[in-house]
Every structure is written in structure tokens, then in C-alpha cells.
């Protein structure tokens, strides 16, 4: 019996696998070059270094594999984001600027993003009743049946990517992913290096000391 993840089409497996050999060779030349910075100077945090590239390659290749399994729909993954919340909403409405900042997009990018869903007749958008200030974007009828059409297929997009992961591994990543959050959340300000540290004349090594 075929799985949803097995339904992804042939087209999106042959994408999933050019954005898997493009990550890979990516980050193997980022590993080169960290190893020529080792080569030159010492106290490097090599393995933090990495592991931050990684995240941003992570998110980058898996931002561009969800516009491309939406791109059909002529939506992206901003726009489908903002359809979900529209969709969960209480009511099936929102505001603007709560939505700016669920999606974490500007104001100016949502009310672009909310003039091409309102054309599209996706959504719908009035003042609010008491708050002049205040404009309310609503799903509509067609709005739903969109969002309704495209999640069984994207909710197969998110299975093939984690199909390899088994439920344990998956709850781990999900509280590691939260940490990093967390730790990142509480760096004040840009770190200094321990004044000892960037004192020392010799954390820079001679072209010719391995």
C-alpha cells in the first residue's frame, strides 16, 4: 500500500535529490575552508562554526523545496504560512499585524502578500468596526477550499523529508531545536573575545607553522 511520502511525484524526488547533492557540496567546501582557517589561526570554535552554516543552509534549501512543491499553486511559502494562520484562526480572520508577526515578515511584505491573496480572491479585507487604524483579513469559501486542497500534499512533503527519522530522533531534533532557540535568544549583543585571548601574539600563526 503506497504512503502519502510515496506519492510525492517523480519530478519533486529528483528536486529533493539535486537540493541534497547541492547542500552536501556546499558544506564540504565550507569544511575546506574552516580547515585553511585552522592552518592560520588558532582557537577557532570549528564545530559551532559548522554547525551554525548548517542551520543556515538548512533553512535556506528548505525554504526554496517548499516554494518549489507551492510553486503549481502560484503561491510561496510565506503566502501558504499566512493562509495556515488564516485557516486556524478562531473565526477564520486575523490582523495584520499579528500576522507579520507569526510569519516574521514586515508589514510592508504582509500587505503585498494581502493584496495579491485579496486578488486572488482568497481572502477578504475590511476595516475594523470601532478601530479606524485597523484593517481585518478574513479566508474566504475559496480561500479554504485552497488551503484544504493543498495540505494533504504538502503534509506528504514534510513526510518524505523526514521519512528517515524515526520518532525518537525526531522528538531529540524538536528539543534541540528548541534549545538552540532558547541559547540564541539569550546572547545580549555581539560576544567580545577574552581580552588574554586576542592579546596573544601568537593566536596567529606564520604562513609556514602547521
Keep these: ?63 526554496e523545496l517548499m516554494n518549489q512543491s507551492l510553486q503549481p499553486y502560484g503561491i510561496n511559502d510565506t503566502i501558504w ?43 477578504s479585507r475590511k476595516g475594523h468596526e470601532t478601530d479606524r487604524r485597523k484593517v481585518i483579513l478574513s479566508l474566504t469559501a475559496a480561500g479554504t477550499e485552497l488551503v484544504e486542497s493543498i495540505m494533504p500534499k504538502q503534509w506528504a512533503v514534510y513526510q518524505a523529508i523526514w521519512k528517515d527519522f524515526s520518532m525518537a530522533e525526531k522528538k531529540q531534533m524538536q528539543a534541540f531545536q528548541y534549545k538552540l532557540v532558547d541559547s540564541i535568544a539569550n546572547v545580549n549583543g555581539i560576544p567580545d573575545p577574552a ?16
Design 81 to 123: 504560512t499566512a493562509l495556515i494562520m488564516l485557516y486556524s484562526s478562531p473565526g477564520r480572520y486575523i490582523y495584520p499585524s499579528d500576522l507579520s508577526h507569526i510569519v516574521v515578515s514586515s508589514r510592508t511584505n504582509i500587505t503585498r502578500f494581502a493584496d495579491e491573496m485579496v486578488k486572488k480572491g482568497w481572502v
Design 195 to 210: 581580552a588574554d585571548s586576542a592579546a596573544k601574539p601568537d593566536g596567529v600563526k606564520s604562513s609556514h607553522q602547521k
Design 1 to 63: 500500500m503506497l504512503t502519502k511520502s510515496d506519492n510525492v511525484s517523480y519530478y519533486f524526488q529528483r528536486y529533493y535529490n539535486r537540493v541534497h547533492n547541492m547542500v552536501k557540496e556546499c558544506l564540504n567546501v565550507f569544511e575546506q575552508r574552516l580547515d585553511a582557517i585552522d592552518s592560520q589561526i588558532s582557537g577557532q570554535p570549528r564545530q559551532e562554526v559548522m554547525l551554525s552554516r548548517m542551520q543556515f543552509m538548512i533553512f535556506k534549501k528548505l525554504q
